[in-house]
């Protein structure tokens, strides 16, 4: 069909629907015909001259700012970035704008349905611009008075508006106005022709529906039906797709959180329309409006929501750092970003384990926490010190978080913001904040003050230098005068008690509560943290991430910061001496106290090392390995490293468990120290780091890096990433299962389907607990501490790793044995090597065999054999 017998047709169809009647009827006069063919004639001049006028605009505005086919082809869709657990379900999202695309295929008919009879029924009569719907509703609703006519604009043009910014119309005149409106519309017409020609029909209506915002951080139909109704698109009834379509219109005016009345008023618009295009019948419409709008299910998506909250931010931050890889850009060279690409990330991540960890940890967290506020009631753990250094410490932290403050910026920015201006302006960039001002303030009452400052590297020469030049600006007396001002006011905002919402531990929600501002710091840091990880020992599965108490309220994770692990440490040692001395875990140490002198040459410690238990008494007692490690006796510990007579063996051993004894921290100092102290636990490592060294202890001495994400995909489901599992031996099956027996027997753990062990660990001031658990298919780590060292128990009864962190592990196997449809249940014995161990493991049968023996030096080597070599740092 020509375009012209298309325009007569569609002619045709227009007059009759306003019911013209036919100029050739025998019905009318003479005078009537020439009356109508008069005015069909200058209806035809206007349609024709409208066009020409309209043409000559689009060709004037197509050289203005709008999409190219190339812009079009490729649009800038922001699209959420899935988190999926182990089973493919969705665990959380990256987003800047939370949208899922879904498409033409994937979309319910019903949306597509009610979408064409309420936007544009003639979708697929026109090519982006539909003149006939534009005329219809001109004489509609300025002729015949119906406001109720519908928008002239097609779905391609509605699209097309949410490609480009629109003008700020604000303070505009009404000619300005008329012609910015003018030129939008005509911008609006070119770019919905373009979409026609780069996309088909189905294309178009899938990139509609996905780019629209539909408010509440819902950005496409997905998104909109799980925020409104909690289900996929997919499973939306015709009438509640009819509400969604309705939003199209104005989202915020037929918002139905707003108002639910014009929500469903305006549905039932929608379904009138549905009805007047015959896909439903009267019938049917009369039900369907007789039901209410039901937003029961309503839930606004943000990131704390969901299992594993800190498991997500962490992962975040190690996909940002993985994108940096050359090897991982795209192909147009540029960076993947997690916040709008659309990715698909597979993680390893259970999601019953997590869900049962979560339940265990708040268990276990509540309990605790009433424990350490009993203990606190009545004492300021910030003025608690050993002395006025650790005081001054502990203080000057506080004045750290005071610093981080809304309350604090606002005052500084009142008081010294433009004064800072004005000292730039006059001395150049200075970096000048409350703690440079109060030492300029000693510096002005005892003279020499900052010299000494830089003498005891308090400050840098950068830093004294510029202090210098603010003392002789004419900015400093106006500083100073401000400081008391400063102060006063900040020590009274601080101070004064105010209206709040905390964290109340015993719901894991909020309370509200009256408190100041500094209290509410100390309030809320007294809190103590959990962090534990659980990994598939065989593969390296991370299959739960437990990062804190609540991450609302600390968002800090506790699975990768290091903390002193205490006597965890300790099985590192005794595997090591079971390997390398082939010593039975029967043979008896005593009990006393055992000493390194100063200047040992296998040691080259600078001071006599001689430590105590942790209860501070030696009984003097004989201990095989199994009730020496169950009681974590530190004396049979260094007795052991002596006979090592180096610590080199236990570094070789670490390195190969996944933890480099040659790293270094950012200070300098190593990982891993080469001090025999190492063996109490004074090594400061990350659960993350711990858990992965004890998968080959549950793995036949078969180290297993953890991971947590097996593969990612680009939006086009490309595999952009896949993890490769990374192992190595590091003990003999042989010497590595008597290790194990030594946990499973000296850790007490309770369970009543599989085997298990593990080790408790206890440090300085009982700032940190640590319980590492073992089962066949599972390794558990766990710490449970203070943000700052100086939030502890003050006693060994409370303090201790087996009442901090054990109990958690207690629950949490509870929970999983309890459940019979994971497949926890399915390994539940160690491995033990095939044939003779070579080590004695019933001491009964190994003491009568070696009455006469005794462990000295005489009858163990000391130092390093040729066996040792293996042992080295390569």
Not at 184 to 189: A, C, D, P, S, T
Not at 299 to 327: C, I, M, N, Q
Not at 777 to 790: A, F, H, K, N, R
Request: charged share 25%.
């Amino acid at each position: 069909m020509s375009m012209w017998d298309k325009l007569k047709s569609d002619f045709k169809e227009f007059s009759k629907e306003f019911k013209f009647t036919d100029i050739h009827s025998g019905s009318q006069t003479n005078t009537d015909k020439v009356w109508y063919a008069k005015a069909i004639s200058i209806m035809w001049k206007f349609i024709f001259g409208g066009l020409l006028t309209g043409y000559l605009l689009i060709f004037i505005v197509s050289f203005d700012n709008i999409p190219t086919f190339d812009q079009l082809e490729n649009p800038s869709y922001n699209q959420a970035s899935l988190i999926l657990d182990n089973k493919n379900q969705l665990l959380g999202k990256f987003y800047n704008e939370n949208r899922e695309f879904i498409n033409y295929d994937s979309l319910n008919p019903t949306l597509i349905k009610t979408l064409l009879a309420t936007e544009d029924y003639r979708f697929y009569q026109h090519s982006g611009i539909d003149f006939w719907a534009l005329l219809r509703v001109g004489i509609k609703t300025l002729i015949l008075g119906n406001d109720g006519s519908g928008g002239g604009s097609t779905i391609s043009q509605q699209l097309a508006k949410l490609l480009f910014e629109r003008p700020n119309m604000k303070n505009k005149g009404a000619v300005s106005r008329a012609i910015l409106m003018v030129r939008v519309k005509l911008k609006e017409w070119l770019t919905a022709v373009k979409l026609e020609k780069s996309y088909t029909k189905e294309e178009i209506i899938a990139l509609y529906l996905n780019k629209f915002d539909f408010i509440y951080e819902a950005h496409g139909i997905q998104t909109a039906a799980k925020t409104y109704f909690g289900k996929d698109q997919k499973q939306l009834a015709l009438h509640e797709s009819a509400m969604l379509i309705g939003m199209l219109k104005n989202p915020s005016l037929y918002n139905p959180k707003r108002s639910l009345a014009r929500a469903e008023a305006r549905r039932n618009v929608v379904l009138e329309l549905v009805e007047d295009n015959g896909y439903i019948t009267g019938d049917q419409l009369e039900k369907l409006k007789k039901l209410p709008v039901d937003i029961t299910q309503f839930r606004r998506e943000t990131h704390v929501d969901g299992l594993a909250p800190h498991f997500r931010a962490e992962l975040g931050k190690w996909l940002k750092e993985l994108f940096e890889s050359e090897e991982l850009l795209k192909p147009d060279g540029s960076v993947y970003n997690p916040y709008q690409d659309g990715l698909k990330i597979y993680t390893t991540i259970d999601p019953d384990y997590q869900r049962y960890a979560e339940q265990a940890a708040r268990e276990h967290m509540i309990s605790i926490q009433k424990s350490f506020f009993n203990v606190w009631t009545k004492a300021d753990p910030w003025t608690s010190g050993e002395d006025e250094i650790q005081n001054k410490a502990r203080a000057e932290s506080l004045k750290q978080l005071i610093r981080e403050t809304d309350r604090f910026q606002r005052l500084w920015d009142k008081y010294y913001s433009k004064i800072i201006s004005e000292l730039e302006e006059e001395i150049g960039k200075v970096d000048i904040n409350d703690r440079t001002i109060a030492r300029l303030i000693e510096e002005v009452k005892k003279p020499g003050y900052l010299k000494d400052e830089f003498k005891r590297k308090q400050i840098n020469k950068i830093q004294y230098e510029i202090s210098q030049r603010i003392l002789l600006s004419k900015q400093w007396p106006k500083i100073k005068e401000q400081w008391l001002r400063f102060s006063k006011d900040l020590d009274k905002e601080m101070n004064t008690p105010v209206d709040m919402i905390v964290y109340d531990y015993q719901t894991q929600a909020d309370k509200s509560a009256k408190m100041s501002p500094l209290d509410s710091i100390k309030f809320h840091r007294k809190h103590l943290q959990i962090g534990s990880l659980g990994v598939n020992p065989k593969t390296g599965e991370i299959k739960f991430w437990i990062g804190g108490t609540n991450f609302k309220y600390f968002k800090y994770d506790h699975v990768n910061s290091r903390r002193q692990v205490g006597s965890t440490f300790k099985p590192f040692l005794y595997s090591t001496v079971i390997a390398i001395q082939n010593i039975s875990p029967c043979y008896e140490f005593q009990d006393i106290q055992y000493t390194i002198p100063a200047n040992d040459k296998n040691f080259g410690l600078p001071e006599t090392w001689s430590p105590s238990n942790a209860d501070g008494v030696f009984t003097g007692g004989m201990y095989n390995m199994y009730k020496a490690l169950a009681l974590s006796k530190n004396s049979i510990s260094v007795k052991l490293v002596m006979l090592l007579g180096s610590v080199e063996p236990i570094r070789g051993l670490l390195t190969r468990m996944g933890i480099d004894s040659s790293a270094r921290r950012s200070d300098g100092s190593l990982v891993i120290p080469r001090w025999p102290s190492i063996v109490l636990g004074a090594a400061e490592l990350s659960v993350m780091e711990m858990s992965g060294s004890y998968t080959a202890f549950a793995n036949n001495g078969t180290y297993v890096k953890p991971f947590f994400v097996s593969k990612i995909e680009d939006k086009n489901g490309r595999i952009i990433y896949r993890n490769t599992l990374k192992q190595n031996e590091a003990l003999a099956p042989t010497a590595n299962y008597v290790m194990v027996d030594l946990l499973r027997r000296s850790g007490s753990v309770p369970t009543k389907y599989v085997e298990a062990g593990g080790k408790s660990g206890t440090t300085n001031n009982y700032a940190d607990g640590w319980f590492m658990g073992i089962t066949p298919s599972l390794v558990i780590g766990t710490w449970v501490g203070g943000e700052d060292p100086w939030i502890h128990f003050n006693s060994l009864t409370l303090g201790q790793g087996s009442v901090m962190a054990k109990p958690f592990l207690n629950k949490f196997l509870a929970k999983i044995e309890a459940d019979s449809s994971l497949d926890f249940r399915q390994n539940t014995r160690f491995y033990r090597p095939p044939g003779q161990l070579g080590y004695e493991l019933d001491c009964n049968k190994f003491k009568s065999e070696h009455a006469t023996q005794n462990m000295d030096n005489s009858i163990l080597p000391r130092g390093n054999t040729e066996e040792d070599e293996i042992f080295e740092d390569e």
